[in-house]
Nanobody
Framework: QVQLVESGGGLVQPGGSLRLSCAASGIIFLFYPAGWYRQAPGKQRELVAAFTSSGRTNYADSVKGRCTISRDNAKNTVYLEMNSLKPEDTAIYYC????????????WGQGTQVTVSS
């Protein structure tokens, strides 16, 4: 059974930083496309940053230069470092991983709330 567990969200002032973590069991991140998505109230879930099947990284234009996705293979954990946070970054952040059989992101964590506010 696949489990993804996020941590690291919270309340931060504009311009601040946060690091989100996603620990996996049941899959090995090294072999699965995985990344971070977010969903703000009233909006659809959107990509923030992700590793592709070839190990490359994709970033949403809105976070390029401010966010970095990384992976610790020994800990089977994916991280999202976020800097220069803006109020519009406020959302629930979800860690997801692709189901190799379906090609879809079928595996999701429970989400962690990020609130950027003064």
């Amino acid at each position: 059974q696949v489990q993804l567990v996020e941590s690291g969200g919270g309340l931060v002032q504009p311009g601040g930083s946060l690091r989100l973590s996603c620990a996996a069991s049941g899959i090995i991140f090294l072999f699965y496309p995985a990344g971070w998505y977010r969903q703000a109230p009233g909006k659809q879930r959107e990509l923030v940053a992700a590793f592709t099947s070839s190990g490359r990284t994709n970033y949403a234009d809105s976070v390029k230069g401010r966010c970095t996705i990384s992976r610790d293979n020994a800990k089977n954990t994916v991280y999202l470092e976020m800097n220069s946070l803006k109020p519009e970054d406020t959302a629930i952040y979800y860690c997801g991983a692709q189901n190799i059989r379906t090609g879809r992101y079928d595996y999701w964590g429970q989400g962690t709330q990020v609130t950027v506010s003064s």
